[in-house]
Structure formats: structure tokens, C-alpha cells
């Protein structure tokens, strides 16, 4: 059964990351799309924990970081999604109870990762995406992810609430 968990895991975040860059592709604007491997991604941090969001979010942020038409260096939307697993993961008691704690951690997530994204590229000198220009498009990447969070964060959180694995049983 464990396999079939992480299959599944596999199969939802990699979903996410196919309908980011071809759907979504076509509502782009400024370049900016929505991030739905972040919004799986503080799904899984909400309802399963900070250790099982980070690991989720390095899956999912190397996919992005992959899929065409990626033109940065790799590695850097799978740190992003690591910390903004993690740091969704700690805060979960709080935002999984109330949809505007769970709202506003999405929004500071989508900011945190966008922020880690457009940093790492300023440090690692990629030029494939000039830091100004990265830290211009956060206002309207937040915006997205929040306008996108009350289809996707629901329907995610149930999934991953019912692949829970079963406590062990005490003999």
C-alpha cells in the first residue's frame, strides 16, 4: 500500500506541473503563471507535515525545474518548493483549520517561493531571468496562486488526508 501512496503522490504532483506549463501557459501574464506544485505542495504541508511537503516539493520543483521551456539552472524552483514546504509544514496547526489561515499561508508561501527562486538566481548569476525582473512579477504571482488556492487547495488536502497511511496497531 505504500507504494500505491507514493505513486500517487508522484502522479499528483507531476499533474500539477504538466497543467502549469501547457494550460496554464495560455493565461500567462507577464511571463507569470500560476504555481500549482507550490499549491500541492502546501496542500501536502497542511494536512501531512513539513518533512513529507519538503520532499514533495523537491520532486516537484525539479520537474519544473526540467519541463520546456525552463530557462534557468536547475535546482532552483526545487529549493524553493523545499522551503516553502517545510515552512508551510510548521505553521500547519494553525492554517488547516481555517480557510483564512490556510489563504494567507498561501500567500506568504507563493511569496517566499518566488522570493527564494529570484534570490537563488541573483547568487548563481543565471541570466536567464534577471533578479529585478523576477522581483517586479511576485505581487502578481501571489495574486495568481491565491485566485487559483480555493479550487486546488480543497481538492488536494482531501487526497492527501485520505492516502494518510493507517497508525499501527499495538499488539
Request: with cysteine; net charge neutral; proline share 6%.
Amino acid at each position: 500500500m505504500r507504494v500505491v501512496r507514493g505513486l500517487v503522490f508522484l502522479a499528483v504532483i507531476l499533474l500539477a506541473v504538466v497543467l502549469q506549463v501547457s494550460f496554464f501557459a495560455a493565461f500567462s501574464l507577464d511571463g507569470v503563471v500560476p504555481n500549482l506544485a507550490l499549491l500541492v505542495v502546501v496542500a501536502a504541508a497542511l494536512t501531512r507535515g513539513p518533512e513529507f511537503a519538503a520532499l514533495l516539493g523537491f520532486v516537484g520543483g525539479l520537474a519544473v525545474d526540467l519541463v520546456p521551456p525552463a530557462d534557468h539552472l536547475a535546482g532552483r524552483w526545487a529549493l524553493a518548493l523545499v522551503v516553502v514546504g517545510y515552512l508551510a509544514g510548521r505553521v500547519r496547526a494553525d492554517a488547516e483549520r481555517s480557510t483564512v489561515g490556510a489563504l494567507v499561508t498561501v500567500a506568504a508561501c507563493s511569496f517566499v517561493g518566488a522570493s527564494v527562486f529570484a534570490l537563488s538566481g541573483f547568487v548563481l548569476e543565471d541570466s536567464g531571468v534577471p533578479v529585478t525582473e523576477a522581483l517586479r512579477v511576485i505581487p502578481e504571482a501571489v495574486l495568481y496562486d491565491l485566485l487559483l488556492a480555493p479550487f486546488v487547495l480543497p481538492l488536494a488536502m482531501r487526497l492527501f488526508r485520505r492516502l494518510r497511511p493507517e497508525p499501527a496497531m499495538a499488539v
